[in-house]
């Protein structure tokens, strides 16, 4: 009697708790699939481009498999960690802005060296100038794009809604006196997948 009672109580803990040990959702441990509201399909979607994103850094470097922390919620990805210097992180967040399905990247890489002044205050003028020319430039909507510039280079991140768009916000950035090199991981809207559910 007294083992039909341990199984039974040993039994119900397990049945009871499988779902909060074995599906950590996306809101962490002890969360269930079913109380996660992103549909099922969404989640599996998630779940291949963290996958995915975390593989192909891992391949570049074995230390992100470590360092550097994926997290994708309905097609937006998270990244945090440290890296030795900025062009690391901006190298992580281009690779995170081609990951197929991804709609946006929150780049929070915290970056271990010293802090350099005068290439700072240049990159910060660069950035000041395109964000500005893109505000005024009608034909661009601002909002859709992240600026990163790092020692003149300048990193472009967004979403354009027509191709003259992304020639535009290209155009733009090449015209800023001292920049050495754009580069631009911009993508059309037609080109997205994008869920409305």
């Known amino acids: ?10 039994t119900f803990l397990l049945i009871t708790n499988c ?6 959702g996306v809101f962490g441990t002890g969360v ?14 998630d779940a291949i481009m ?3 994103l975390s593989t192909r850094l891992t391949a570049i470097d074995g230390n992100y498999a470590f360092g ?22 901006l190298q992580i967040n281009k690779i ?4 197929k399905g991804v709609r946006s990247v929150r780049n929070d890489v915290k970056i271990k060296e010293k802090f350099n002044v005068k290439i700072s205050a240049k990159d910060l003028l660069i950035n000041s100038q395109l964000k500005t020319a893109m505000i005024l430039n009608k034909k ?7 600026i990163d510039t790092y020692k003149k280079k300048i990193f ?4 354009a809604l027509t191709s003259e768009e992304k020639d535009e916000v290209i155009n733009e950035a090449k015209k800023i006196m001292d920049v050495e090199d754009v580069i631009a991981s911009i993508f059309l809207v037609e080109d997205l997948r994008i869920q409305k559910n």
């Open 1 to 10: 009697m007294k083992n039909k009672l341990i199984l039974l109580i040993l």
């Open 19 to 24: 779902v909060g040990t074995g599906s950590k």
């Open 32 to 45: 269930s699939v079913a109380l996660d509201p992103r549909s099922l399909g969404t989640q599996v979607d």
């Open 50 to 52: 963290q996958y995915s």
């Open 68 to 89: 550097i922390k994926v997290k994708v919620l309905d097609g937006r990805i998270f990244l945090t960690g440290k890296v030795e210097d900025p062009e690391e992180k």
């Open 96 to 99: 995170a802005w081609e990951t």
């Open 140 to 146: 661009i909507k601002s909002r859709n794009y992240k």
């Open 156 to 159: 472009i991140y967004g979403i």
